[in-house]
């Protein structure tokens, strides 16, 4: 077999490694993700055209031993320094003891590394908590018959066979997702609680502060799991006494999902005879932007304490408070205030999507008004035909992160 419009082949190790492309080698998408097969070892993953944040290419970190065995790429040299990637400066001195090709590195996106991935199950043999698209429902995958319980791949899938009638023509679904990770600063938040005076009313004191990431987490990256989105707000059983943020702000970039053929075992691992499919969730570069901590005086009898040196920012908030309702509530809203979270946006500023919505559809016609047999066919066939312009990805111009008017100021 050799390459030719949409098929790319490349060497693994003395074997061939085929993975589909974009149609005639047309344009690709920043964060663009492609699936590949190795034929030798049956494993899927994934590569992903580059995308910049402020300017900034991620990295994946991997090593020269795991590039080499899914898809025989040689990472043991940088191509920016002309030296080993291994000998680039490491946080732990006690790497220098690990074996080279077993070394953490660094490798960025526009160096076209190998992500190896960590399906999920989704759908019959699946996590009844995982929702399945309805792509997929129409194409032979089943939701899961359990109501509730963890993901049954693997040693559980016998379960299956004398508590649920499995489907004749069952396919089976594993997805898992690529994930852009940014690190940052995070806020921090203590609360206190002294005796008061005899009336009963408590002394509260809260104090917040500014959070690095671990030494080991300082790079834009990207990296394959399940992506968990972020929570709209906090949680207030959290504030009670000590409470952090998160240490990183991420985005999904894209869902691969396999699809198997039908009749294939409860619990299967997928290979090379899965069909793979790709939803994306960032189509274009970003830009990120972090608040800076502005400390907001709620309580006029305290003086204001200036943020410390060294990036590390201080600020105690006294108040009084008649009951835990009330503390609870001033602790919620002084860290909604300070929160450090990171806003995205795609440079456009404006947003848009390509997903539009479906077309309503006009009742069937046979050839007379009597022509039951037709107007059945009719219907059948404009089924197949939507079945066939059916994507699970959206169609050029794609999506756009819309620019939050909350990164505007009035000074």
């Known amino acids: 077999m050799r390459s030719g419009p949409g098929l790319r ?3 693994a190790n003395g074997n061939a490694v085929y993975s589909t492309t974009a149609k005639g080698g047309g344009w690709r998408h920043p964060w663009q993700t492609q699936p590949i097969c190795n034929p030798v070892t049956a494993r899927w993953s994934a590569s992903v055209y580059p995308g910049f944040v402020n300017a900034e290419c991620p990295i994946f970190r991997t090593t020269e031993l795991e590039q080499a ?9 940088n191509p920016l320094t002309g030296k080993p990637f291994a000998s680039d400066p490491v946080s732990n001195s006690a790497e220098e003891l690990v074996p080279r090709k077993l070394r953490t590195i660094h490798v960025p996106l526009y160096l076209s590394p190998i992500i190896p991935m960590q399906w999920r199950a989704v759908g019959f043999d699946g996590a009844p908590t995982l929702p399945v698209p309805d792509f997929f429902l129409k194409r032979g995958v089943r939701r899961s018959p359990l109501k509730f319980g963890a993901d049954l791949l ?6 299956y066979g004398s508590d649920f009638d499995v489907p004749a023509d069952l396919r089976l679904l594993r ?3 690529i994930i852009l990770h940014k690190p940052r600063v995070a806020l921090t938040s203590q609360v206190s609680l002294e005796a008061g005076p005899a009336t009963g009313v408590s002394n509260v004191t809260q104090t917040l502060s500014l ?4 030494p080991g987490d300082k790079r834009l ?9 972020p929570s709209q707000g906090i949680d207030p059983r959290l504030v009670g006494s000590d409470y952090e943020e998160p240490t990183f702000d991420q985005r999904l970039i894209s869902t691969v999902y396999l699809l198997s053929p039908p009749k294939t075992p409860l619990g299967s691992a997928p290979d090379g005879a899965w069909i793979p499919f ?3 969730g ?3 570069s970003l830009n990120w932007e972090q608040p800076q901590l502005q400390v907001l005086n709620s309580d006029p009898g305290t003086p204001f304490i200036p943020p410390l040196a060294a990036g590390a920012a201080q600020l105690v908030i006294n108040f009084l408070t008649a009951s835990i309702n009330d503390l609870t509530a001033q602790s919620l809203n002084i860290l909604s205030a300070h929160s450090m979270a990171g806003t995205w946006w795609t440079p456009t500023g404006s947003g848009f999507t390509a997903a539009f919505p479906a077309e309503e559809e006009t009742p069937a016609k046979g050839i007379t008004g009597s022509d039951k047999t037709g107007r059945l066919a009719e219907q059948r066939r404009r089924r197949r035909q939507r079945a066939r312009a059916e994507r699970l990805d959206l169609v050029f111009p794609f999506e756009a992160v819309p620019f939050s008017r909350s990164l505007l100021s009035e000074e």
């Open 9 to 11: 082949v490349s060497n």
């Open 69 to 77: 065995r899914e898809a025989g790429l040689n990472f043991a040299t």
């Open 154 to 159: 693997g040693e559980d899938a016998e379960v």
């Open 175 to 177: 997805a898992c997702d």
């Open 211 to 214: 959070r690095t990431p671990p």
């Open 221 to 229: 990256r990207v990296f394959s799991g399940y992506f968990s989105p």
């Open 278 to 280: 790709v939803r994306h």
């Open 282 to 284: 960032l189509f274009w």
